[in-house]
């Protein structure tokens, strides 16, 4: 049913000041039994609870590219020495130099993670897209080959790995100070000004083929649903009959006041943004994410000052003059022509964070110096030849 909008004569903010709570709240393990009917199979493996979590993080935060050892295939290797190892002891010793051979190739150990990781693929029929608490890493799905189940399908935990590590997006979730932007002082903080660091969860979903043009995202201030963006950058003609985007409009604002207003944090969340994946005939939807409402989101297609002024627009009483003009919300932007300045044209998304497969091989084991050394002998042996 429709929703009854507050009208005041004070202005909100650009961004509203967060609680701990409030940010917790959009990890897939805080909102997930809630919504387990309307979104996407997901399985939650709490790193801490696997006794495996400062080992990850030794391992994701070296400046090696090792993998794991024992995560390469979909089963357990019957060896104990991995194949990942030896493929990357072949690499460093092709590229061998005097900087390089003065260290060991660290190994690392995740047996428990490994079985975890098998087993959630094994349950969702050997494919599933991995993300962290809150971030998924979007910008690294050049890294596995393209097939057609798609860019970001992983059917191994070495899969899962290498994306994570080649991801410049999920170190968003390892830094307190970034995971918890926009949150007012924590009360259990270790002293002045400090922020605990998040409990580190894998998230796994079942991996299913997307079509971009049904994804959106809207945008909800203090309690107020003002926004609706289509999440790909691309020019879709069916998105240009008005029909459809009203249609579009009535689904996903039924879908927030009949599924998720009174649901998500109990009905005690006023902001916040979320993200649904619409039914091919556009009457239904799944719900793909949550997010806090922070200038860490993309807002796509709107700016935070535009979804501000929306807000600020639709709680202000209405003048006698301004009754046919004002807009029903929420507003639904698109990109309306393929000379839209948003949209994409031949570059690949996440461009700025690709790079070689070969300085992907060629890191194998090296910290940073030794790679750089590595790489400026291959340059000057590839030119010479």
Not at 4 to 12: K, R, V
Not at 60 to 66: G, H, P, R, V, Y
Not at 124 to 146: C, E, M, S
Not at 257 to 272: C, F, L, P, S
Request: hydrophobic share 30%; net charge negative.
């Amino acid at each position: 049913m429709p929703i009854p909008i507050s009208t005041s004569d004070e202005e909100c903010d650009l961004f509203p000041t967060l609680t701990r709570q409030q940010i917790e709240a959009a990890r897939t393990s805080s909102w997930y039994d809630t919504f387990e009917d309307i979104t996407f199979d997901s399985t939650v493996i709490d790193l801490s609870e696997l006794g495996e979590e400062e080992e990850f993080l030794h391992w994701l935060e070296a400046d090696s590219i090792f993998l794991p050892e024992g995560s390469e295939g979909r089963y357990a290797p019957e060896s104990s020495t991995s194949s990942t190892r030896r493929r990357s002891s072949s690499n460093a010793s092709s590229y061998s130099s005097s900087s390089s051979s003065s260290s060991d190739a660290p190994v690392y150990h995740l047996p428990k993670l490994n079985a975890a990781i098998r087993q959630v693929i094994e349950k969702y029929d050997g494919l599933v897209f991995p993300k962290l608490n809150w971030t998924a890493p979007k910008d690294a799905a050049f890294i596995l080959p393209q097939t057609s189940s798609g860019p970001l399908h992983c059917t191994s935990p070495s899969d899962v790995y290498l994306l994570l590590k080649s991801s410049d997006f999920i170190s968003h979730d390892l830094d307190p100070s970034r995971a918890y932007l926009g949150c007012s002082p924590d009360p259990q903080g270790e002293g002045s000004g400090s922020v605990r660091k998040p409990k580190l969860e894998l998230v796994l979903k079942r991996f299913q083929d997307i079509n971009p043009s049904r994804e959106v995202r809207c945008f909800v201030r203090n309690n107020t649903f003002i926004g609706v963006t289509q999440r790909d950058n691309v020019f879709y003609d069916h998105l240009k009959n008005e029909d459809t985007r009203l249609k579009i409009c009535d689904t996903v604002r039924a879908f927030w006041e009949d599924e998720i207003r009174e649901n998500y944090m109990n009905g005690e969340a006023v902001d916040y943004i979320f993200d649904l994946y619409l039914s091919p005939n556009f009457d239904s939807a799944q719900i793909i994410d949550f997010q806090p409402y922070r200038s860490s989101v993309d807002p796509l297609l709107f700016t935070y000052e535009e979804l501000l002024s929306i807000f600020n627009s639709s709680t202000q009483p209405l003048q006698e003059s301004e009754n046919a003009r004002r807009s029903r919300l929420p507003i639904f932007k698109i990109i309306d022509s393929k000379a839209h300045p948003s949209a994409s044209r031949n570059a690949p998304t996440y461009q700025s964070n690709m790079m070689p497969l070969e300085m992907i091989e060629l890191s194998q084991g090296r910290n940073m110096q030794e790679f750089k050394d590595a790489w400026d002998e291959a340059v000057a042996q590839g030119m010479a030849e």
